[in-house]
């Protein structure tokens, strides 16, 4: 068995040249991947994990990386083998896209946006398969029916940003697999995507794997991805292997403290059941962890009502509005202080747009916003500047929201010098306190963003949103780019701050498990509407409407024995959120299904798709 292994990494040493000298990406490690085998390896960023499989496409080089140790022997289609590291460019050039195929993790990198999607298709089928323009052109429509995407025909002639996330990384998938590749290494590949588009493509991955026999690479900081997706799994902690066994081994007997970490820090749906207020993750290896649920308060912070928000659709010679999208469409809820109310839904679902709205970032067409007695639907430019003093946000990606010629420093205690709150030593100890609340040494204080990982990024963020003691924050994918153990510490940092200041978020989310670990209600977003609200445990131990019930499906479960099956996901593509100008659509209406606990009635688009 061991003879015909598509790709056998031995020994690999990775060093990167730095001003400081060499620094080693990856050391020494080894492991092989048989034919129609899924190898997951695993880590955190910085492990090393995708300096592996860019060496192993030999594009690690173009990153500032030499191979300076080991042999990367593949099998080639022909029946020769080959160690990569040592083939010139000219041979890597054939191989890549022809015998081994790569999914990157961000698709709107890989795509080029000035090409339309048929054309970077065929591109690579001409160059390795020698097809003539109306063959591959086929063959590039096959491909695009093979991973699911809608109205095919139409989006061979589009460009790269008219596609949504999970579409344009549905074609960079078919791109690594037009050449019918013997290895595909899949790095990252949905850590963009919402739940069940990841679920329809790690199912994607898994049928085009059994069908074409093709090995499969998956690089990964996901363990649910890991036990839906693996046979074997390679553990990687700061350029070196730590652990490697077949995946039930690692979930069910894992040896190293590292992957017992790892698996720690996984939220998993279902952990909260019978609890009725949320409460701080239990990690490994932090002592005298107090774990006390949140309960918050009765008295409510924020009551919207009715809100609408609309974006105009411009075209035509004259670039009048000729549609609009309707992002946020007749939403209200209550969220009390104290606690935490989520927002969750897919991608274009209008939770994001919510959460703007409601800060008044982007303007809504009509609705209610009540802040603890405030109107913020009344307040004009100079009330908006006081009223923001007490609702805050936190974003998605911490490194587009600071500014990278500041010091730490300066950007969390901006806000404070804004409003004239304090200044000289009184502003240093505030922002000196702000470190110690988000747990970031003070020595930070005078460092730049790209001197920090994405975690301690975004414990600026966090700090920075707290600088002017804000009611509300509104926390936008606030984890979702963070590295799982990360991921915990900064979720419990954000409940420890509640629980002692009283804070309430607006949680917005597409992590099922996370929503479940923070919140204390829950509201499911669909087409802009909310089609579930209700207490979380409500929510998810009795979810009444079709599209929670399929999203809650959708969810990878950390243990290899629960894996989902293709056939379990029936999602059609959500229907478009433009509607031509004079379109009004209906109110929404609920019924309490038991006591808070509220399902959309009114709902002809969902009941077509399911």
Avoid: W
């Avoid at 080959?82 to 993790?105: E, K, P």
């Avoid at 048929?118 to 003539?132: A, I």
């Avoid at 433009?578 to 009941?607: A, C, R, W």
């Amino acid at each position: 068995m061991l003879d015909h292994a598509i790709a056998q990494i031995k020994g690999l040493r990775v060093e990167f040249q730095t001003k400081d000298g060499p620094v080693v990406g990856v050391e020494n490690v080894s492991f092989d991947i048989q034919p129609g085998e899924t190898v997951c390896v695993v880590g955190e960023s910085g492990s090393g994990k995708s300096v592996s499989s860019l060496s192993l496409m030999r594009l690690v080089e173009f990153g500032g990386g030499q191979i300076a140790g080991g042999q990367l022997l593949f099998d080639r289609r022909d029946g020769t083998e080959l160690d990569v590291a040592q083939a010139s460019q000219d041979v890597m050039r054939d191989i890549r896209g022809n015998d081994i195929g790569m999914i990157f993790q961000e698709p709107m990198t890989a795509l080029n946006p000035v090409f339309t999607v048929g054309r970077q298709l065929t591109e690579g089928l001409r160059v390795h398969k020698d097809m003539s323009k109306s063959e591959a052109e086929a063959r590039a429509l096959e491909l695009l029916r093979q991973v699911r995407i809608p109205e095919p025909e139409r989006r061979l002639q589009q460009y790269p940003h008219e596609l949504s996330g999970g579409m344009r990384q549905r074609v960079v998938i078919a791109m690594a697999l037009a050449c019918e590749p013997r290895l595909l290494i899949a790095d990252e590949p949905t850590t963009a995507l919402d739940v069940t588009i990841q679920a329809e493509i790690l199912a994607l991955i898994d049928r085009l794997k059994r069908e074409t026999g093709t090995a499969v690479m998956f690089i990964t900081h996901d363990m649910a991805v890991v036990a839906q997706m693996a046979d074997r799994v390679v553990v990687m902690y700061r350029g070196n292997k730590v652990e490697e066994g077949s995946v039930q081994e690692i979930f069910e007997n894992p040896q190293h403290d590292y992957t017992k970490a790892l698996l720690a820090a996984v939220p998993k749906l279902g952990e909260m059941r019978g609890k009725s207020a949320p409460e701080p993750m239990k990690l490994l290896g932090s002592t005298g962890q107090k774990i006390n649920p949140i309960p918050g308060t009765d008295e409510p912070l924020l009551t919207v009502k009715n809100l609408t928000t609309r974006f105009a659709v411009k075209g035509g010679f004259f670039r009048r509005t000729i549609a609009n999208v309707h992002a946020v469409e007749d939403v209200s809820f209550t969220l009390n202080k104290g606690q935490t109310l989520s927002l969750v839904g897919e991608s274009g679902c209008g939770k994001s747009s919510a959460g703007r709205s409601i800060l008044r970032l982007v303007e809504p067409l009509s609705g209610q916003i009540d802040l603890d007695g405030t109107d913020i639907m009344k307040l004009g430019t100079e009330g908006l500047r006081k009223a923001r003093l007490d609702m805050q946000m936190i974003f998605q990606d911490p490194f587009a929201s600071l500014n990278p010629q500041m010091q730490l420093m300066d950007q969390v205690s901006e806000p404070m010098r804004n409003y004239g709150i304090a200044s000289g030593s009184e502003l240093q100890d505030r922002v000196a306190s702000l470190f110690d609340r988000v747990q970031l040494p003070r020595s930070f204080m005078r460092r730049y963003p790209h001197e920090m990982s994405g975690g301690q990024r975004q414990r600026i963020a966090i700090a920075r949103a707290l600088a002017l003691n804000p009611k509300l924050i509104v926390a936008d994918e606030a984890v979702s780019a963070l590295d799982v153990s990360v991921q915990a510490q900064v979720l419990n940092l954000m409940m420890d701050l509640q629980a002692e200041l009283g804070l309430s978020y607006l949680f917005i989310s597409h992590d099922m498990a996370v929503v479940e670990r923070v919140s204390h209600n829950v509201g499911v977003m669909y087409l802009g509407r909310i089609v579930e609200l209700g207490p979380r445990a409500r929510v998810f131990e009795n979810p009444q409407h079709p599209y929670t019930r399929a999203l809650m499906k959708a969810v990878p479960i950390a243990d290899p024995r629960k894996r989902k099956e293709e056939k379990d996901l029936n999602f059609t593509p959500i229907p478009s959120p433009i509607h031509p100008i004079g379109y009004s659509p209906e109110p929404s209406e609920y019924n309490e299904v038991e006591p808070g606990h509220f399902v959309l009635t009114t709902d002809p688009l969902f009941e077509r798709r399911m």
